[in-house]
């Protein structure tokens, strides 16, 4: 199979663009993720914390 450049620099565009984005709202990037395990891990908790 074979990947010439005109189909592989769409695609390294697009995850260039991507990455471009994550790099700028960095900071914001790394709260959300914090945030969702610190949820995710909250409700974990209450449902282990019901069980026993």
Known sequence: MYIGPDTLMPVASA??????VLLMFWRRTV???RLGAQ???????KLR????
Not at 15 to 20: D, M, P, Q, T, Y
Not at 39 to 45: A, D, K, N, P
Not at 49 to 52: D, E, F, P, S
């Open 15 to 20: 995850l260039a663009a991507i990455a471009g």
């Open 31 to 33: 709260g959300m993720l």
């Open 39 to 45: 949820l995710l891990g909250q409700r974990i908790s």
């Open 49 to 52: 914390g019901k069980q026993v």
